[in-house]
């Protein structure tokens, strides 16, 4: 079935440092989310991208939307303390039949 | 506005107890989806809804059975819990299908132990 391999796993960062993390899949999508997932809570919606090439900003977020639509990544810039938690992209199939496929997340931990 | 309430937030079972999680939201959506995420993983849909009165079955439907009677509510069934039900589920709505998608608001989520 379809698959998105999110990386990494987890990230030790610096606060004001900038945040990078990606996600890859060997299947086409049309859409691609971001999600992030605060302890004890649901995950929320970020940023959606419907278009290949497609740069959207949120704030100091930025995803892109891969040319070859089985990628996308979100940049953080300037991390501050309430930007950690767990960061998950999500697609949507060409037959998703109204399935959004999840990566495995990343977690984001920032060192005091 | 509450979204999209969960209860309840806790819950231990033992092997072979049933239970029902319960679901609402007040946003008046027709799209709702019930969803489990393991440790470390993403989330998987368990079965989701158009309607009231129409349901459909996602990834992971073994196990579970669900109804619609109300725009509002979308009750998860377990009838005979195992180790392997073991989870967080998330209960998630939206205006409108994956079609052209948008966005899914989720509950807080119910953390489920099967002991």
């Known amino acids: 079935g379809q698959q998105l391999n999110q990386s990494p796993q987890s990230m030790f960062i610096q606060e004001g440092e900038d945040v990078s993390m990606n996600c890859t899949s060997s299947s086409i999508f049309n859409t691609w989310l971001w999600y992030k997932q605060d302890p004890g809570e649901g995950p929320v919606l970020l940023i959606a991208l419907y278009k290949a090439g497609e740069l959207t900003s949120n704030g100091r977020l930025t995803a892109q939307f891969g040319i070859t639509r089985k990628d996308s990544f979100l940049n953080i810039s300037a991390s501050i303390p309430s930007d950690v938690g767990i960061y998950f992209c999500a697609a949507v199939g060409l037959d998703s039949n109204y399935q959004l496929i999840w990566g495995a997340g990343t977690k984001l931990i920032i060192k005091p | 506005n509450a979204g999209v309430t969960q209860t309840p937030k806790f819950r231990i079972l033992k092997i072979g107890q049933s239970m029902t999680l319960q679901c609402t939201q007040d946003?008046?959506?027709?799209?709702m989806y019930w969803y489990r995420q393991d440790p470390g993983m993403g989330l998987k849909l368990i079965y989701y809804?158009?309607?009231?009165?129409?349901?459909d079955k996602g990834e992971v439907p073994n196990g579970y059975n669900v109804s619609r009677s109300t725009t509002e509510d979308f009750p998860l069934r377990l009838e005979l819990a195992a180790p392997s039900q073991t989870s967080v589920y998330f209960c998630?709505?939206?205006?409108?299908?994956?079609?052209?998608?948008?966005?899914?608001?989720f509950g807080p989520g119910t953390r489920l132990t099967v002991l």
């Open positions: 946003m008046n959506h027709n799209y």
């Open positions: 998630a709505s939206s205006s409108r299908g994956l079609d052209t998608y948008n966005e899914q608001f």
């Open positions: 809804s158009v309607g009231a009165g129409i349901t």
